[in-house]
């Protein structure tokens, strides 16, 4: 039984050629039914999904292939799960998918088809007739070699027709018997039209929205259709609408809907799911908020909340996915750490436990690694990729980065202090906040903590924002260079304060400070200072003109050599001296000339956070 589920799903990889960051000779062995895959950007976790992916396609790219995969399951590639909100058409989609599942059948009863036409070649080749029931039940037992062979050729040929609803079949306990030898046509159609199942040819439904709200779709006219005409019979005039409804649901079956809505509730019990026609008559699923009955339609719902409803509207599926393989690419890349515990015990509980389908995901979420079993996560480094547990995966992860059990280490400190909270960039920038007010002899009226990174700092607001930390409580202080802007931007989406160490809006719009981006904490010292302590470079006269017009560009280059300002220098990359610049040098200036834009800086802290 093992060896029968092994062969559904990737056990073993290895590459036969290179291909961007995954080189020949690439090994990945005891591959499990659930994977993380995590590592800096760059190690090769999305060019590892990509040819897995090529894998499956036809041989027309086989000069493509690395890998070379056993074809016993199908490999599905998400890169978007973003919902489109599609809407349901029943005579399009049910009506059409029943009538040919039911022509299909009939067609192979009556005269003059496929059978008949097996028939008369058999006749003219072997001089015999072979009934239906001999084909389909393969009885060979009155023909000879040669008559056999032709005999499986027509035989294969009419058994294919029915191979795109062999899955279906099976769901229902039906068999190829029974619908040939058994059954009317009458029968067969009544048969098909008591369904609410229209996944004809068995395609799994996992990310496939259109089919998943034709199936919901399909169900609410049944439903709709037939609790109407109860109404409109007069014995049933005296009845209750909830009277009429389970007689409704005793004939057409159960709502499928109330049993997501039940799964729903578990995991995010914001909403509930329901099926609306509206004015052209199209049937879609909507959201509809549980305390307050607000409609919301499924593209209007946050990224992280799309995921998570889509993961849970396919748990309607009722095909098998044990020869499914599911590449996902960082598909929490915009999910809070909430929603991120959500997605993994979603994938691995459900997708992967209950309906056996593979997965393999790759995450740069220290989120979504703090939730995984140390058994299901690997890392990549360098395009290869290796074992590795929890700790030592967010120890990787984390350098010059917090990590996550830090990060709700600070939420609880913020929650718990007295005191507003700024949080900065990096360890030195702490120090010279804490060394301005030792030498100015004051107390710090805030709680200063260190993100370890302009690029950690949105995850933070965005943890903050779902404990609902009071935005007033809380200040972001960005360097005003490129990192700490893209941080700026992302921390304001989530509706928290946030200022740049260059106070730019006090600043002309030609100052060259505000273009060049080069204002780290550090260039708040005197440039003379600066200087000295080696800490700067002047900028190339390139860097210096980037952004500007042809004409600007002549004219600053022409001002170039005369510019003594601090836009024309930028901080050295030496940790060393920065280091050493924090510790000790700073001990040693003089508070009432060396901190002018510092005081700026300070006063503008605190006003923000009311701290004075």
Avoid at 31 to 55: D, R
Avoid at 162 to 176: A, D, I, L, P, S
Avoid at 557 to 564: L, V
């Amino acid at each position: 039984m093992q060896e029968e589920k092994q062969d559904k799903m990737i056990t073993k990889l290895e590459a036969k050629a290179s291909c961007k960051n995954i080189k020949i000779g690439f090994k990945w062995e005891n591959i499990p039914q659930f994977a993380v895959i995590t590592g800096e950007n760059g190690a090769g976790k999305t060019a590892l999904l990509e040819q897995i992916n090529q894998s499956s396609l036809s041989s027309d790219y086989g000069n493509k292939k690395i890998f070379d995969i056993s074809n016993h399951f199908e490999i599905k590639f998400i890169t978007d799960i973003a919902l489109k909100n599609p809407a349901y058409t029943f005579d399009k989609y049910t009506l059409e998918g029943i009538q040919t599942a039911c022509r299909v059948i009939l067609d192979i009863k009556k005269n003059n088809n496929i059978v008949a036409i097996a028939n008369r070649n058999f006749q003219v080749t072997h001089g015999k007739q072979i009934s239906l029931e001999d084909f389909i039940k393969n009885n060979t037992n009155q023909l000879d070699e040669a008559e056999k062979r032709t005999f499986k050729v027509w035989r294969d040929t009419i058994i294919d027709i029915f191979k795109r609803y062999e899955g279906f079949f099976k769901r229902h306990n039906m068999t190829k018997e029974k619908l040939l030898f058994e059954m009317t046509e009458d029968e067969i159609e009544a048969w098909l039209n008591s369904l609410n199942d229209i996944n004809l040819e068995s395609k799994p439904m996992i990310f496939e929205e259109e089919l998943l709200v034709n199936t919901f779709g399909n169900y609410f006219i049944k439903f709709e259709n037939y609790k109407r005409t109860l109404e409109q019979k007069v014995e049933n005039q005296n009845k209750t609408i909830k009277e009429i409804y389970k007689m409704a649901e005793s004939k057409v079956g159960k709502n499928p809907l109330d049993r997501i809505n039940e799964i729903l509730q578990k995991y995010y019990s914001k909403y509930n799911i329901a099926v609306k026609r509206d004015i052209t008559s199209e049937i879609k699923l909507f959201c509809r908020e549980v305390n307050t009955d607000i409609e919301v339609p499924l593209d209007s719902l946050s990224l992280g909340e799309q995921i998570i409803i889509h993961l849970v509207l396919w748990q309607y599926e009722n095909t098998t996915l044990d020869s499914l393989v599911l590449l996902l690419d960082e598909p929490d890349s915009h999910l809070n750490p909430k929603m991120a515990k959500m997605l993994i015990d979603i994938l691995k509980n459900v997708v992967v436990k209950e309906f056996g389908c593979q997965v393999i995901m790759t995450t740069h979420s220290l989120s979504s690694v703090a939730y995984c079993d140390d058994e299901d996560l690997f890392y990549m480094e360098n395009g290869e990729i290796k074992k590795i547990d929890k700790k030592q995966a967010i120890e990787n992860l984390t350098d010059g980065v917090m990590t996550f059990n830090t990060a709700m280490g600070i939420i609880e400190q913020i929650q718990t202090s007295s005191k507003p909270t700024l949080l900065v960039e990096g360890s030195l920038d702490k120090i010279h906040i804490e060394n301005f007010y030792k030498l100015s002899q004051k107390e710090i009226p805030f709680e200063i903590i260190v993100c370890g990174s302009a690029s950690n700092m949105p995850h933070f607001a965005i943890a903050f924002k779902q404990l609902n930390i009071a935005q007033s409580k809380i200040l972001f202080l960005c360097d005003y260079d490129n990192g700490g802007e893209e941080a700026y931007k992302k921390i304001i989406a989530q509706q928290y304060n946030v200022i740049y160490t260059l106070d730019i809006d006090c600043l002309d719009d030609n100052d060259d400070r505000k273009r060049l981006k080069n204002y780290l904490f550090e260039m708040l010292y005197p440039l003379e200072i600066l200087k000295e302590q080696q800490l700067v470079d002047e900028i190339e006269l390139k860097d210096y003109i980037k952004g500007l017009k042809k004409e600007e560009q002549n004219q600053k280059a022409k001002e170039f050599d005369q510019d003594t300002s601090k836009a024309k220098y930028k901080l050295k990359n030496d940790d060393t001296k920065k280091q050493n610049f924090a510790n000790d040098v700073i001990k040693k200036l003089d508070i009432n000339k060396d901190f002018e834009e510092i005081k700026n800086l300070i006063n503008r802290i605190e006003s923000k956070l009311g701290a004075v």
